[in-house]
């Protein structure tokens, strides 16, 4: 059992996890973990973009209120200032780190337009490769630094919690099988979404929600976790994750057609496939629920869209697909969750010494349902911001966590998933009933089988499959007591949007 020290542990080597590394080793030692090999997580998935105000014809203000409007009004205005006006800032500090964006003529960064926004404002690189080339950028400007200490292949398995203070964690070393004990002055949990607990999602294999399972078993405030958000557009494909189909691709003027041949998405919303996500991805629902196909056509880019998005372009090739020519199959796939840990502006939780930001964070920006590449520079602000902040926190006294005692019972067994029919079970659950269409019936049946499987659980050994299950057991007890449609939570049953203050819950776990 290895013991390690240093002022700041991270977990998770997305872009909110290396951009607090980078701002916290300016004051002291960093040990940034992740279960993956870096950089890691949903960040280099993303294709959109970084949505930032740098237009003549854009300003913060105008940013700002898109926020407000996609999020149903559930965003924490504080939160989605501090996300438009810091955003410019990053985003300018990233460009001088050789971030390399995409230009227009001019040589000034290309500004594409997505669903929500009123103006082009994301920026990108290599097409659709903005989260690949956003991951690479931070990652190499981390490795440079001397007191970043890397942990690949690292599981966490608890947080060292006493009297309400964190004061480090213990993990295992998926490579040698060994335990690894951190203490430190302060735990940032940067580990991402939970997209792998619905039977199909666009999450990297590894989103399994252990950061939210972690927090939640510590004692962290947790809220708004009935907010889950389907990306209207995963490619048509028997696959885990699901391919992305960027909304980039709407941006440019790709239109979705039903079986018939026939653009639907105006009957649902004024701005057609621009509309805010929960809107086009209910559109699309709609659609197949009465037995039509629903296609992503793009031939209105014509040629241009293989050089546009050269990664879509190749990953349907690969797929028996021809661009522009064919449709492109498409379906609605989970994708981001707008709730979490609950944090401050500066990423504290309600456990003195622990914080976090990224997706796993709840600071209110994103309210009920996330704007179009909001969420890489969600990372880039609020990694920053909690990495200065953590330089306020002291050592704490280092005591054996009895925790710490279970340490050597676990091993590698421990933490896969594989073809695990328990997962498989939980996956295909959360997908049918705690989907995007809800319902008090559907939701019931969920809970009560969610407890089932929790007494089936007890005893059992895989940590992963714990994970899940209580993140899953948290999302659909918030999506049974939230009795209103709001955003990307829907209720067939309150499908009109509205309800009384009296039958909507504070959704604080």
Known sequence: MQHIEVDYV???????????????????TVALLTKETMPSGNTPLAQGGIATVLGEKDTYEMHIQDTLYAGAG???????????????????????????????????????????????????????????????????EAKSRENILFY?????????VSNNECTGLFALDMEKGGALIFYCRSVVL???????????????????????ALAYRAGAKLENMEFIQFHPTALKVDENPMFLISEAVRGKGAVLVNGNGERFMERYHAWAELAPRDIVARGIFAELSNGNQVSLDVSPLGKKFAKLFPSIFQACKKRGLSLPEDLVPVVPAAHFIMGGIRTDLNGRTSIKGLYACGEVASTGVHGANRLASNSLLEGLVFGHRVGGAVACEQFRSNKMHSAVLRAKSFNRKAIDTGDNKFIFA??????????????????????????????????????????????ACLIARNALARRE??????????????????????SNI
């Open 10 to 28: 991270i977990i998770g080597s997305g872009a909110a996890g290396l951009s607090c590394a980078l701002k916290a080793s300016e004051s002291g």
């Open 74 to 140: 559930e965003c924490d205005l504080n939160a989605v200032e501090v996300l438009v006006k810091d955003g410019a800032k990053r985003v300018k500090q990233l460009f001088q780190m050789g971030f390399p964006f995409d230009k227009s003529i001019d040589g000034k960064p290309l500004m594409g337009r997505e669903g929500a926004h009123s103006v082009p404002r994301v920026i990108s690189s290599r097409g659709d490769g903005s989260g690949k080339a956003l991951a690479e950028t931070l990652w190499s």
């Open 426 to 471: 939980l996956r295909e659950l959360m997908w049918c009933k705690v989907g995007l269409v809800r319902s008090e019936e559907g939701l019931t049946d969920a809970v009560e089988q969610l407890k089932e499987m929790e007494r089936n659980l007890l005893g059992g050994q895989n940590i992963t499959a714990a994970n899940m299950l209580t993140v």
């Open 485 to 506: 449609t709001l955003g990307s939570h829907y209720r067939s049953d309150f499908s009109d949007g509205k309800s009384s203050d009296s039958l909507r819950p504070a």
């Open 152 to 160: 690949e292949q690292t599981f966490v398995l608890e947080l060292l």
């Open 190 to 212: 940067a580990t991402g979404g939970c997209g792998q607990i619905f039977a199909h999602t666009t999450n990297n294999i590894n989103c399994t929600g252990d950061g939210f």
